[in-house]
């Protein structure tokens, strides 16, 4: 019964900045990790970001540390990506997913696409001048 919605993405100039939202329902947003992943054209899905329901620890590829920002607001059940100085190498579409039961050897930081039962539908972000 979760359910995940995707929005914010859109066009934008490279160095610009966009803010991507995720609502969540169904469960309480605090039981499970949220990731966001993206998946560019011809290209296999990647992991962006992550949160951990645990502890609140945040994870990022190496492509975007420095850039995005996951935050979470767990009162509204929304997870948000800032995403700042984007690069045309940043489109692709962009997809929050939720994890219900993360095991506890999950190694965060290579932003695993298993155990994410369910997806949102995405939503584009291109990049380009």
């Known amino acids: 019964q979760v359910q995940l919605v995707e929005s914010g993405g859109g066009l934008v100039q490279p160095g610009g900045s966009l803010k991507l939202s995720c609502k969540v329902s169904g469960y309480t947003m605090d039981y499970y990790d949220i990731g966001w992943f993206r998946q560019a054209p011809g290209k296999e899905r990647e992991g962006v970001s992550c949160?951990?329901?645990?502890?609140?620890?945040?994870y990022y590829a190496d492509s975007v540390k420095g850039r995005f920002t996951i935050t979470g607001d767990n009162d509204r059940n929304m997870v948000y990506l800032r995403m700042n100085s984007l690069k045309p190498e940043d489109t692709a579409v962009y997809y929050c997913?939720?994890?219900?039961?993360?095991?506890?050897?999950?190694?965060?930081?290579?932003?695993?696409?298993?155990?994410?039962?369910?997806w949102g539908q995405g939503t584009p972000v291109t990049v380009s001048a």
């Open positions: 997913a939720a994890d219900p039961f993360p095991w506890s050897g999950k190694n965060y930081d290579s932003l695993p696409l298993t155990g994410y039962e369910y």
């Open positions: 949160i951990a329901s645990k502890d609140s620890s945040t």
